[in-house]
């Protein structure tokens, strides 16, 4: 699944909102391979740099994705994201005449288009459509073709009309057989600061602790080994045999030793390790597995670790892109993001506007050239009015002078 365009209004703080993640022409600095591999006329943006302040909407664009993902692959959204969507769209109806996502999708040769509005009992109507791709398809020719799409491509649901409440669900996608059912089909995660979702094909992936380990110690120097911990049973013929305790020993360079069990969640409450290796921990775990899905969302997963690191993860990430058909969403507040050398097409920033909605993203690629010291410099002067107004920070900084 490689998401194209979403539009969003009446959920969250979202109004009237359109995310565009395709691209009409390649950049001199693109080594992304930014297209379908069966289809190299249809652009897309595999890497996803966020930006914006705080509550401008980088992490509730994840959630929606998330939950997008998720309604596509068959399931109740209301039980997925940790969020009361019937309350929120209580609470909205009186402030949007509609309340929907639509959203254009490609997945092993289809593109679909999907459109549904919700109230507070849950999917009010729904429009699914699809066409297969030829080979010499760009972008905009799909959607072209996608609105000319005859009917027998084209499935529809109205709870007016049907008398039938599904809740939360795609009516669609309830019934036993389904073109459009991508259950087990779809593999994908999306992380937060508060809680990780994912679905992936596979059934079992191995942990990497190769990764891992070499990563502890570039994120926590004062790591001087991590070794298995391990039992020596005797049986009943007097043989001993080494058996596997799943306990590592972290051993530090000042003699202090942590024993960890990294198959469960590690939080500073059951562990004395510092905040940013446990963040470590889990990005490794992410890092060892990332190419096993297609969408991955990862909202300010470096947080907690020293902002140098966070372009060379970039880096080593983007490795992974070029070689997959997959899309990445990073967000974050480091300006040593833009330094890498990517198109400014890759860079995204999100803000609310003065009626406190999430209207838009603005895309530096709209207004400047592809050159990253650009780039950086119009952040940093807050070219694209994203960055958090200080007024009353600076106001409450004179009044110390003012007495």
């Known amino acids: 699944m490689i998401y194209f365009t979403v539009k969003i209004h009446g959920l969250f703080s979202f109004r009237n909102f359109t995310a565009d993640f395709t691209y009409a022409r390649k950049a001199k600095n ?191 120097p004062s790591i001087a080994s991590i070794d298995p911990i391990t039992s020596i049973v005797v049986d009943e013929d007097g043989i001993e045999e080494v058996v596997d305790l799943n306990m590592e020993r972290i051993r530090f360079v000042n003699g202090r030793k942590q024993d960890v069990d990294f198959g469960k969640e590690l939080t500073s409450e059951n562990t004395t390790l510092s905040t940013g290796t446990i963040e470590a921990i889990h990005l490794a775990h992410v890092l060892h597995k990332i190419d096993r899905y297609s969408v991955v969302y990862l909202d300010e997963t470096m947080v907690h670790s020293h902002h140098e690191l966070e372009p060379y993860i970039l880096q080593y990430i983007m490795k992974v892109l070029e070689k997959n058909e997959m899309q990445l969403f990073f967000t974050t507040h480091s300006t040593e993001a833009l330094e890498l050398d990517i198109p400014n097409y890759n860079v995204m920033f999100m803000r609310k506007s003065n009626s406190g909605y999430t209207e838009e993203i603005i895309k530096p690629v709209d207004s400047m050239k592809h050159n990253k010291r650009s780039l950086v410099n119009a952040f940093v002067n807050d070219q694209f009015s994203t960055s958090p107004d200080i007024t009353e920070l600076l106001d409450l900084i004179m009044e110390f002078d003012d007495d």
């Open 30 to 220: 693109d080594e992304l391979h930014q297209s379908l591999k069966n289809y190299p006329n249809v652009r897309y943006r595999k890497l996803n740099i966020v930006m914006g302040a705080n509550s401008s909407g980088k992490s509730t664009l994840g959630k929606l994705l998330c939950m997008i993902s998720n309604y596509v692959s068959g399931r109740d959204i209301q039980s997925v994201i940790n969020i009361d969507l019937a309350k929120m769209c209580q609470e909205n109806q009186p402030y949007f005449d509609d309340i929907y996502f639509e959203t254009i999708y490609y997945h092993k040769d289809y593109m679909y288009q999907l459109h549904v509005s919700f109230d507070g009992e849950g999917v009010v109507s729904e429009t699914w459509k699809r066409i297969k791709l030829a080979k010499k398809d760009t972008y905009n020719d799909a959607v072209a073709k996608l609105s000319k799409v005859g009917k027998e491509n084209i499935e529809t649901y109205s709870r007016s009309e049907s008398g039938i409440t599904f809740g939360f669900k795609s009516p669609e996608l309830s019934k036993s057989v389904s073109k459009y059912n991508l259950l087990g089909q779809v593999s994908y995660l999306y992380s937060f600061q508060q809680f990780e979702v994912n679905r992936r094909v596979e059934s079992s992936i191995p942990e990497s602790k190769t990764l891992r380990d070499r990563l502890l110690k570039v994120f926590d």
